[in-house]
């Protein structure tokens, strides 16, 4: 029977006759099933399956099952043709049989052991095969070892593969072959050169030290070949080695710089470039010439080599172009400076390999100049998606300040940008909405997020001229950002809100148009995206609520009926914004006051307590205390301070007067007495403990922990015992205790006490024995060690919440009124303009 006859699994093979010859003229080769592949890309699942389906009746078929299993199909179930296969006596037959078996043999392949009998005789012969399991390696190792001097040199050159593989199931082969790879570097026939270079090339990869001895030998190869495999093989190789060997930066210049100028082969050239850069030989200060013959400098000469690569249309050479641009940028900036526009356009590449390294390369170009035009094409690409309906401004003018007011962020028809304020340029949608739109896909639209916060907040915010165009940014982000993004949303307003004063009483506004969105409250939840942003935007409502306008609605605003499906620490957040903005406002109204305004206090006052109590209490004939003790205890307090805000301003305009109560008037200052400035990281660990404080006493009476039983009395006094008896009375006694909980000990009156008779082992008094000197040693250290005094545990730091990502500086020695040292790239507080202070953290409420 043929060997390359494969019968369907459940049924009969067919015989060899001429109505199965006539069958086998019709048969589909290799290359049909690859042209067929590519007609059916739309139904390409399909396709396989009647392939598979014809292939199980065809005679030809190991190429073809060899094919379908690199595009991940089984092909478990031919197992045993593929031995059969591996037996033929035809050297053509027999290498696809092998090939087939080392793509998909495996350790629990279950006619593995029929194959071993196979591959010993056919060792013996002059065919090859790769091992693929830990016992077959360390059984056949040294077989194969022992033909790497064969006289044919296509033997050596598959033997050195093979062992190649069976080093990766025993490493322990490795002491023999490195050697004997060494020796093949000089093999006469450049296809063993290539397989030994090869192969030196994957092994470097775990551990490139071990072979740098073998630099000169591929540095001679390197100067000498004429093979591009090789050469692609050894420059890659160098890549490895020269971040070990500095030296060898200065020596690979001359032939890479040769290859760059020279090459024709793409996948050379990419190489050359890609171990010019990464290997840092590009700053090796020696001139090159050009193809004109200029002297230009190595970097410059990769930068402009790369052009050809990300201006193609190729779509794998646009993406390996883009990955070498991106370490170029790391070491030289300015060469890549120039490739902005080509980069901007890689944005709206379809591939989204290339969208997302045009995205890291277009994120370190960015600059004060072309920051907002970068900013304004990745929203652009935000807003186009499927899901997201927003209504595009004007298309003329920039970021203006005096605009950035003059919009409302709410629009019936969807969000409009506050960010573009009659500047926002979007670009038309695709006439087909069946094309798949690459701004859809979750991991893109998180990155270009991550890439917009990144570059606006770079180094302390060098980048930025406009910090409410930043706010304005930020909060278009809330809507269009499409992923779950709210928790750095939230950090990156609190953070430039609290760093840089000017842009405070902007972002409040901006707080509390997000709070008056009833999309984003109506249905939020602890779990929600917008819960984080929701929060910020509470605290930074109350805490600034001084720089605008005080309202009465402001409080209806965080008081909103979703409220309990947050987390304590967010309902604790709002709770007290909600505080600070009720204060605020009777102080603010406590200015003017008079007869509709005492009306409006009363008012206003039973509403809040309205809403508190819908929120928090329940039915009006629930018990106040009971139900306040069952909250988190984040809200409990604050929300005590609350009721009690509400019954002293209550009790003080219960009867009308002319001038407005104290309290009033006074209430704010609870919260504003002190400014809470931002501090530094370290800085609590600088602060020295002042003398007689214990921070580890309590500050009041001890709080009794009620979930541990309370130990009972202490036993009366017991008369003295035998040491003896004392020494095991209290191992039994420690026995017991292991089967004891924590705060359950037992009665010590209640531990049996044995009486022993110790007859002569009491008088008899044991000789020492040698052994015992040592242990007499040791106890007389540890004692020596135990009187030594220990010094007293330093007091615990109290730690500081600090918000952003940024390096803080330590506190300052001034005075608290000094003015602080300016950042670089900000700008002073006194001047008209913006100005970023050190990142902070939300100042904590006691």
Known sequence: MNPLFFSPPHSPGILASPTSFRLRMFEKSLTDLIQGLRANKRNESEYISKSLEEIQNESAAIDKLNYLHMLGYDMNWANFNVVEVMSSAKFSEKRAGYLAASQSFNQDTDVLMLATNLIRKDLASTNFMEIATAELAMDLFDDVLAILGHSRPYIRKKAIACLYKMTLKHPEGLHDFVPQLKERLDDPD?????????????????NPRNYLPLAPKLYHLLNSSNNNWMLIKIVKLFASLTPIEPRLAKKLHGPLSSLICTTTAMSLLYECINTAVVGDIISVPLPVTDSIGREIDFAELCAHKLEVFYDSSDHNLRYVGLVTLAELQVRRPDLVVNQYETILRCLDDPDMGIRMRALQVISGMATRRNLSQIVKRLMSQLILSNTIALKPGNTEGGPDEDELESTPLIDPSGVSLVSAKGSFTTPKKAASSSEPNAADNPEYRLAAVEAIIDMCSRQSYANMTNFEWYVAVLVDLVYIAGVDVGQLLSQRILDVTVRVRQVREYSVRMMRQLLSDVRLTDFVSGESPHAAVLSTAAYILGEYCTLVPASCDDIGLLLFPCLRQLTSDQQAAFVLAAMKVYTNWLQDVSGYWNDEVWELVRSTNTTTMDSITSLFLGQEGDDLDV????????????????????????????????SEPPVCRELHSLFTMYELNPVSAAAQGKVPVPDGLDLDSWIGDEIPDTSLRVLPPPPPPRQTRAPAQRNYASKDHKANRKDQPLGMLPDVDSIPVMQLDLGDLATARPKPRKSDKPKKKKKSKSSKRHKKPTPEPSPPMVPVDIVGDEDMPDIPTKPLNDTPAQQPGSISGDTDNAGAEQPASPPQQH
Do not use: Y
């Open 627 to 658: 139900v306040v003790a069952e909250l988190p205890l984040q809200v409990e307090g604050l929300l005590r301070s609350f009721i009690e805000i509400t019954k002293a301003v209550s009790v003080a305009t219960s009867n009308m007067s002319a």
């Open 190 to 206: 450049p296809s063993v050169v290539s397989s030994a270079v090869s192969v030196i090339c994957e092994l470097a990869h775990t």
